[in-house]
């Protein structure tokens, strides 16, 4: 079964660190691009970070750009999102998703289930 | 980077069709054909309805089509069922990617 599931979520205070990852199953995952979408709460999608399947092309959204890292290990089948001097606008349900292609964006065909993380003093 | 521009709700008859829109700018929507759609139903991880503008993936029922015209892109929904109520997102690519805001659908 494809599947990716994301872990690392939780609460953390304004202006810290924090790291996210997913693992990747049931496909080669080194053969796709991985993103990053996270959805407020009550609120739509937002696309935050997007990595092709080699770490050669990587973007982010302006909204986290120079705080979230975005990384992979091709050989654990991983991705990560690091994020710095969170902000209380980055609360969300943060996705780890698979593109259809190799590079990015053909469409985002597998989603995982989220994990959340709560900026909050 | 701004979202695309959807209706916040539309709403239909079982049987009908509907339509939601996604309008974008000549940098995103116009410049590439790599326009997706995606479904969400409460408390689930979004559903690839629509790749590259008017592509189904497998399973995706043929009630479900998509076009696009200059900067503005197309859901179209005919023969509405009830489990098609769900919230419906656009997302293009523009050397980075954007989402639209978001339509929420209702079956009357």
């Known amino acids: 079964e494809v599947q990716l599931v994301e872990s690392g979520g939780g609460l953390v205070q304004p202006g810290r660190s924090l790291t996210l990852s997913c693992a990747a199953s049931?496909?080669?995952?080194?053969?796709?691009?991985l993103h990053w979408v996270r959805q407020a709460p009550g609120k739509g999608l937002e696309w935050v970070s997007g990595?092709?399947?080699?770490?050669?092309?990587?973007a982010y959204a302006d909204s986290v750009k120079g705080r979230f890292t975005v990384f992979r290990d091709n050989a654990r089948n991983s991705l990560y999102l690091q994020m710095n001097s969170l902000r209380a606008e980055d609360t969300a349900l943060y996705y780890c998703?698979?593109?259809?292609?190799?590079?990015?964006?053909?469409?985002?065909?597998?989603w995982g289930q989220g994990t959340t993380v709560t900026v909050s003093s | 980077q701004s979202a695309l521009t959807q209706p916040a709700s539309v709403s239909g008859s079982p049987g009908q069709s509907i339509t939601i829109s996604c309008t974008g700018t000549?940098?995103?929507?116009?410049?590439?054909?790599?326009v997706s759609w995606y479904q969400q139903h409460p408390g689930k991880a979004p559903k690839l309805m629509i790749y590259?503008?008017?592509n189904r993936p497998s399973g995706v029922p043929d009630r479900f089509s998509g076009s696009k015209s200059g900067n503005t892109a197309s859901l179209t929904i005919s023969g509405l069922q009830a489990e098609d109520e769900a919230d419906y997102y656009c997302?293009?690519?523009?050397?980075?990617?954007?989402f639209g805001g978001g339509t929420k659908l209702t079956v009357l």
């Open positions: 000549s940098s995103d929507v116009d410049a590439y054909n790599y």
């Open positions: 990595i092709s399947w080699d770490s050669g092309t990587i």
């Open positions: 049931g496909f080669s995952s080194h053969d796709y691009a």
């Open positions: 998703a698979k593109d259809r292609y190799s590079y990015y964006y053909y469409g985002i065909d597998v």
């Open positions: 997302c293009s690519y523009t050397t980075s990617v954007v």
């Open positions: 590259e503008v008017s």
